[in-house]
Structures are given as C-alpha cells and as structure tokens.
C-alpha cells in the first residue's frame, strides 16, 4: 500500500472544512448567540453545554457501532454517512442559530431541542468520516498526511470565521439576521465540501470482517491501553482548547477592548499551520509522535498563561499567538495517533473496527467539549458577566480570564503529562503492522517473502531514522504480555 493519491489528500481534508461550518461556528459563537441575540443567561447555556454534549458523547458510540455493523459494495462502510447526512446537518445548524422569541422558558427548550439534534447529526457525519483514513491507508507517513490535511481544512474554516465574522459582532448590527444569512450559505458551500470529499476519497485497506459484530466491537476495545490514555488525554486538551475558544471574544472585546484583534488572530493561526505543516514530519521523525504531542501541550500551556496574566491586548495577543503552535501540532498528530490504536485492537483481535474505535476517542473529546464549554460559561456568569455592559466590572473581567486562559494552561499540560505513560510509540507500532500483514497473507494465501515484509516495516516507520527500523517484525515480548 503505497502513498495515496493527492486528490485524496484534499478531498479528505474539504470534509473537515464541511465539518467545521457547522463544529468550529458553534464552538465560536454560540455562547454569544445565546447570550446577547437570544437573551438566554450565561449561567443557563452553562447548563444547556454540558448536558448537551456529554449526551451528545453518548450518541458517538451508538453511531460508532452503527458504523461497524454497515457495509455496502459499492461505496464501502464510511462515504454512505458522508453522502447522505450532510444536507440534514447544515439545515439544523440554520435551525440552532434561529432562536424565536417564545419566551424564556420557550426559548431555552428550542435551544435544547435544536442544539440536541445538531449534535446527532454532526456525529453521524464526523464518526464515519474520522474512521475513514484508518481505512484510507496503514501506512504512518501518508496518515499523518492525512491528519495534517484535516488540520489545515479545519484551520482554514476556523480563520475565515474569525477573519470575516467576528468582526460583525458589534452591538449596532443585526446579530440575528447575520448569523441567518450565515448558516444558510454554509448549506451549499457544506454540500459543495462534503460531496468533493464523497467523490474523492476510497477505502482501501483490507478487512476480513466487514460487518463488525457488538461483542467483536468490544473485544477490541478490552484491554486498549493506547487508546484509553489518548482518550483522558483528549478529553482534558479539548476542555482547554473549548474553553479558550468560547471565551476567546468576550476576553478580546469586553476585557480589552480589542475586538479587532480576533481576525488578527484567526489570520495568524492561517498562516502558522501553513507554516509548520511542511516540518510536522521531520519534527516526528526525530521526535516521535508521543514526545512531539507532550512538547506541543508544554509550548500551548506556557502561551495560555502569558495570556491569563495579561497585563493588556497586545501581551494576550503575544501569549495566544505562543499558544498556537502547540495547539496545532497536538492537533495535527492526534487524529493519526488515533488511526494507530485501531491497528493494536486488530492485532489483539484480528478484526478492525475504526467505527467503534473512533467513536469512543470521539466520545471522550465530546465530553471534553461539554466540560471545556460549561467551565467557560460557568466561569463567566460566576464572574458576573452582564451582556450588553459598556464596561465590566474586576470580578467580570477575571472570570472571563479564568475562562480563556487558565483553564485551558491546566488542562492542555495535564493533557501532555498523561501520554507520558502512553506506550504505542512508532517502533512498536510499526511491528503491529508487520505481523498484521503476515497474518493477512496466512488468510488469504499470499505468500508473503522477507523482502515484503522488510517492506512493510519500513513503510511503516517512516517517523523514524533508517538506522531505528526494526528488522524483526514480532512484537516485543514485554509488550505482547
């Protein structure tokens, strides 16, 4: 299995640009949405997040076995959800930012419902699409292709968004009829997106079970120490990242006065991803993914506290842009870390099941959102933030400190000290692979010779030197008990 085609590259990573019309836009601006258009309290959309999204958690393992169990012929297990639950989705985002004057009773309970199904029917497009590079390919440097691919796709969404919508979030404008008009063109731009990503990328790795059974699903998640750390890992990451997110206008605006820096920010982070991406592999192949993810969450925690302690906008623009890089190198190697642990459960079990495996990892990084967006919200009504308030007041003011840049610094380093313990480093996972495909061949009576499997290997540890790749291609002992 040699380097995918290059159309393949970017049609996976439009997918994620789809996805974060509807992801990144909320995680941005609907706590703003909610507080200053719809007149729902700070404290209440606290509530309405983290009910929300751990029961939006909850609904990605139901997908991810719906996932495992679905397999067509002709389009394969993934595309079919990318295909044919995409329009949904980009219409109930429309709906969710539409908040009718019904009171507030009545408001509260659309924005319940609303937000309840936007977030079934984001996971039962983004479940499907983020097991689908596992089955793209096995081989670790077209993964972290992939991943960086899906990195840029959603920062390239996540900057226009700044860029181009936060500046219109100023009191004088219509908020209501600019986040209408918004949501509406996002559904043919999304639709634009997601069918390029349906027509562009395959389903290539062999898998002897195609539909995958509930016991065989979690006979590969028994035991799956890798996935289990990167999981704690990403729930505490993505509870910063969704905290610093949420209250990253509020800090710009009402602290600082200096809403005009957050497309400078956003524009920041456009040309820094673009910048790093070209040294994201040689960084791990001296590194390894492990240790570049742990340095990558030192490097965001130190940036978030220059941040907290911020004495004015430009320090706090001086710490956010420090903050960036780490943020973004974490999330560029997490999506293929991820795509690794599918191939220990195969070789606990002999059956892959990206569905289930993704959506457990999906799981804990939607219970991260839920935490990250209620101790945002929480820390901001608790601070006693007043919408529509001129100026704020100290305890205001450090409440949305709090918020933006403290809890992010604790739980990204958090997040870094707990991979510490991570064991599936890039030499062990290149002997997983090597025996996977030897007993591949066992199955389907392909010889394999030593020249194949030396092959393998060394595609397989393309993160490392020449001089680190393993010959033998058996797990080691110590890891196989």
Known sequence: MGKLPKLGYFGYATGDMANNLTFTFASMFLLIYYTDVAGISAAAVGTLFLVLRIFDAFTDVIAGRLVDKTYTKRFGKFRPYILFGSLPLLLISVATFHVPQIGETGMLLYAYVTYALLGIAYTLVNIPYGSLAAAMT???AERAKLATARTLGAAITGALLGIFVSPLLTPENDLQRIFTTITIAFVFVGMALYLFTFFTTKERVFRSVPRVSFRQSMATLKGNKPLLLLCISSLLMLSGMISSGTAQIYLMRDVFDALYLVPVTSGAQLLLIFAMAPFVPMIVRRFGKRNAYIGGTVIAAVGATVTFLAPDQWVALGGTLVMMPGVMFVAMLVWAIEADTVEYGEWKTGVRAEGITYAVFSFTRKAGQAVGGAVAAYAIGIGGYVAGTEVVGTSAEWGIRIGAALVPAVFVLASGLIMLAYPLTDRVHA???????????????????????????????????????????RPRRWFRK
């Open 431 to 473: 002997e997983l692979v090597a025996e996977i495909a030897a007993r591949r061949s066992a199955e389907t009576g392909v010889a394999v010779t030593s020249e194949d499997v030396e092959e393998s290997v060394s595609l397989s540890t393309a993160a490392f030197s020449n001089d680190e790749i393993p010959t033998d291609p």
């Open 138 to 140: 096995q081989v670790p």
